[in-house]
């Protein structure tokens, strides 16, 4: 089902690329990160172009909550005492300084995306103390932050944490605008990166710097990005007839991390977050539908989708250059699940980088993705590896769970064929689609979530659907099986 967002935004096409070209930057992806970047720079009279793959902002933009806010969860007690206090202060900074951004040219370009300001809150129906003392680090950072108890949530909670002056918007209507008047090409995926030039099917770009803010770098090497994040879902449900709320809301505790947001006369309720390949059992709108039903009785649900993050080892987003080797290349991705905030603050340093060469210290601070490279840092790069390396043996020792005879209408799942374990699906007529069980990145086991009826890899989160075509990175090619194979 469509998001809120897309099912209320029509975006104009833009052409795909169909010759070389030349430009001072080119930017990697057309999503909130991409446009911001391409934005910012052409202000300042920089001659940028935008490679999309698809559509601008069929991407995580349209599936976002579209929080516009500093508090990422419970992070600054974590940022001061593991990094100290330059590294939370350039943190609270760039995010505070990118709700002020987005204001602005809201304003400036009259756009009407129901930008309004607003407090966000954590709440805890458990653990308070953990509360008060991330409402203290916060304000000690110059951040207005303050400990609470009163909420509008539909029960009493143990405490809450409160940031004054955040946002929320509507992403698609303020992506569509600040798109408009920029140079953007549309289904033109770049098949291939090497120095000052990017190759699409039918058409190139050689550009002086190249910023990656394509969600998920698709290029292994270098940088290493796959060795850095796990991408995890989340989902959410849209109700109506709720009550609206002033503040946006996230719970910390482990079994009661529910979302709320309201948007317009809806209500964004989310939470059933997993890593991505990791719901073989399913439920997670079910789950929603019950506790909205629960805390809201009469409401209605209207919307139901959700939503893929690239989550980094650490919390804090991979901002700066892309690699030692590549001084050109920029990267912006690992925003965790705070997409709105950390485009715009991507987007600021990165211009920035580019319009003034300042150091990278100084632009990049903590989110450089210097901070870990793969030989000094291997010991950090161990659960996520750990993770990988599990997979990639089940792909070798884990029979198949269970017979394509066995599999009920609408389901899908991995199942013993000719001996093969391979991907299938039942549709609602019968019809059975195989599919490789194999993930084309790096070859992990997919595994079949049944909440969004595709296959799912658990190493790295690529996605594809019930006919093997990829839906999300880092793998670039589907799973379809050859036409021998495939007995459909
Ligand atoms: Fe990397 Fe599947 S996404 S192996």
């Given at each position: 089902m469509k998001s809120l967002w897309m099912d209320e935004t029509e975006i104009q096409d833009f052409p795909m690329l169909m010759q070389d070209i030349t430009v001072d930057v080119a930017v990697v992806g057309g999503g909130m990160a991409g446009i911001l970047t391409a934005y910012l720079l052409k202000e300042q009279g920089v001659h940028v172009a935008v490679l999309e793959a698809d559509r601008i902002g069929g991407g995580q933009t349209g599936k976002t909550t579209a929080k516009i806010t500093s508090q990422h969860g419970v992070i600054y007690q974590k940022l001061l005492s593991k990094h100290g206090r330059e590294a939370a202060e350039k943190y609270s900074l760039e995010n505070q300084k990118a709700i002020d951004r987005?204001?602005?040219?809201?304003?400036?370009?009259?756009?009407?995306?129901?930008?309004?300001?607003?407090?966000?809150?954590?709440?805890?129906?458990?653990?308070?103390?953990?509360?008060?003392?991330?409402?203290?680090?916060?304000?000690?950072?110059?951040?207005?932050?303050?400990?609470?108890?009163?909420?509008?949530?539909?029960?009493?909670?143990a405490g809450a944490v409160r940031f004054e002056n955040q946002a929320r918007f509507h992403p698609l209507l303020f992506l569509e605008a600040a798109a408009r008047d920029l140079a953007v090409y549309e289904h033109s995926r770049v098949l291939q990166a090497e120095g000052d030039r990017l190759?699409?099917?039918?058409?190139?770009?050689?550009?002086?710097?190249?910023?990656?803010?394509?969600?998920?770098?698709?290029?292994?090497?270098?940088?290493?990005?796959?060795?850095?994040?796990?991408?995890?879902?989340?989902?959410?449900?849209g109700l109506e007839q709720v009550p609206e709320l002033e503040g946006m809301y996230l719970g910390v505790d482990r079994e009661q991390a529910w979302s709320f947001r309201s948007a317009g006369e809806y209500l964004l309720f989310g939470g059933g977050g997993h890593r991505t390949g990791e719901n073989r059992t399913g439920g997670k709108y079910e789950l929603l539908r019950r506790k909205a039903a629960e805390f809201y009785p009469g409401s209605r649900v209207r919307y139901q989708w959700s939503a893929q993050d690239c989550m980094p080892m650490d919390q804090i987003p991979y901002i700066g250059r892309f690699s030692a080797e590549t001084p050109d290349w920029y990267a912006a991705t690992g925003f965790g699940k705070w997409g709105m905030s950390s485009s715009m603050a991507a987007a600021g340093m990165i211009t920035e980088s580019i319009l003034e060469e300042e150091d990278d210290g100084k632009v990049f601070g903590i989110f450089s993705p210097q901070r870990f490279t793969p030989r000094a840092s291997a010991g950090n790069f161990c659960k996520d590896s750990v993770h990988a390396v599990k997979d990639l043996s089940r792909r070798i020792f884990t029979p198949g769970r269970s017979d394509l005879e066995e599999l009920p209408v609408g389901h899908g799942g991995i199942v013993e064929y000719d001996g093969e374990k391979v991907g299938a699906y039942r549709d609602e007529e019968g019809e059975i689609y195989l599919v490789s069980a194999k993930c084309p990145h790096l070859g992990c086991q997919l595994e079949w979530n049944p909440d969004e009826k595709c296959f799912e890899c658990p190493c790295h989160g690529s996605r594809f659907d019930h006919m093997g075509h990829c839906v999300d990175g880092p793998a670039q090619t589907g799973i379809a099986l050859t036409q021998e194979e495939d007995s459909h």
């Open positions: 987005y204001e602005k040219i809201v304003q400036d370009r009259q756009i009407a995306c129901g930008f309004v300001r607003c407090p966000a809150y954590l709440y805890t129906l458990e653990a308070p103390e953990l509360l008060k003392e991330e409402a203290e680090c916060a304000a000690g950072l110059s951040i207005e932050a303050s400990f609470t108890k009163e909420t509008e949530l539909p029960f009493q909670v190759v699409t099917e039918n058409g190139s770009v050689r550009a002086k710097k190249i910023v990656f803010a394509c969600h998920y770098p698709f290029l292994n090497m270098p940088g290493y990005y796959f060795m850095r994040m796990h991408q995890e879902r989340s989902y959410v449900v």
